[in-house]
């Protein structure tokens, strides 16, 4: 990387954006005045300021804000957003205001082959996707299996009734530690650009949903039996512990792509990319204990 090169990183008040940021600084060893973090948020950022971080506001809402923002970075990050109907609108701005501020290398945060995906929000992905192949700018694709950090959104329920209800039969999901995928991102960031590139960061196991809860259940001391059940089932659910259908329907898309296969793939280029090993799941089991089981 030319040591001049400023490094932006949106979204950096989010838990993966403050991770990449803390990667630049302590594991790629960028100074921080080369260190561009935004966000809606910029009090949130005090931290990296204190740390000699440039701060500064980017509203994927605002483009004037996010033209300000981008403007003397050459590489940045964009970190998908969680405004699920609105990401594409909202990533484009951000590509757009890239481009015109001189950006010259972009990585974007995207999800496994979001071409075939049954995911709900899967479509975003790869608008996102079709428009950074057709910029101008040098782009890496970062397509990131899902967070083993999820799991702690139905662990609490499964220990406390010792069910878990699945529509993802015996599909098997190859997800990774956040901390990883940040790691990840950090070091692409610092690589030397080649074009259009994809990676797809997985973890180094695959597995399924009575695997993963075995696995839990062993970590927190108690039983977890997997009651199967239909994607309209899910989405019933959802619906009845009072979220809104789409909320529904999305819970049931993951379960539908793991169960198709789709969330199944073990690549190495997580390896290539950073030179180690992911987190193994029962490792972070274990680490990740108190998150989940009290």
């Not at 973090?37 to 910029?42: D, L, N």
């Not at 696995?215 to 927190?220: F, H, I, P, R, S």
């Given at each position: 990387m030319a040591t001049s090169d400023k490094i932006l990183v949106t979204g950096a008040s989010g838990h993966l954006g403050r991770l990449v940021v803390q990667h630049l600084l302590d594991t790629e060893k960028v100074p921080a005045q080369q260190i561009i973090?935004?966000?809606?948020?910029?009090e949130a950022l005090a931290d990296?300021?204190?740390r000699g971080v440039d701060v500064r506001m980017a509203d994927f809402a605002q483009p004037d804000s996010l033209v300000a923002a981008f403007t003397g970075a050459q590489r940045a990050l964009l970190i998908s957003t969680d405004e699920i109907g609105k990401r594409l609108e909202s990533h484009k701005r951000a590509i757009d205001a890239a481009q015109a501020a001189g950006v010259a290398y972009m990585v974007y945060t995207s999800m496994p082959k979001p071409q075939d995906s049954l995911v709900s929000f899967a479509p975003e992905h790869l608008g996102t996707e079709q428009l950074l192949q057709t910029s101008p700018m040098q782009v890496t694709i970062l397509r990131n299996s899902w967070y083993f950090e999820n799991v702690l959104l139905s662990a609490g329920q499964w220990l406390a009734t010792?069910?878990?209800?699945?529509a993802a039969g015996d599909g098997k999901l190859s997800h990774i530690a956040r901390e990883d995928l940040a790691r990840a991102a950090a070091a692409a960031l610092v690589a030397e650009p080649a074009g259009k590139k994809i990676l797809t960061l997985t973890g180094s196991e695959a597995f399924t949903i009575a695997e993963i809860t075995n696995?839990?259940?062993?970590?927190?001391g108690k039983a977890i039996e997997v009651i199967p059940v239909s994607t309209a089932d899910v989405v019933a659910g959802v619906v009845q512990a009072g979220m809104p259908e789409p909320v529904g329907e999305m819970f049931a898309s993951f379960d539908a792509n793991i169960q198709a296969g789709l969330f199944a793939e073990i690549t190495d280029d997580f390896v290539e990319l950073t030179g180690r090993e992911p987190m193994r799941f029962a490792d972070w089991l274990v680490v990740n204990k108190a998150a989940f089981a009290g």
């Open positions: 973090a935004t966000s809606r948020k910029v990296l300021k204190a010792g069910q878990a209800h699945s696995l839990v259940g062993a970590a927190a």
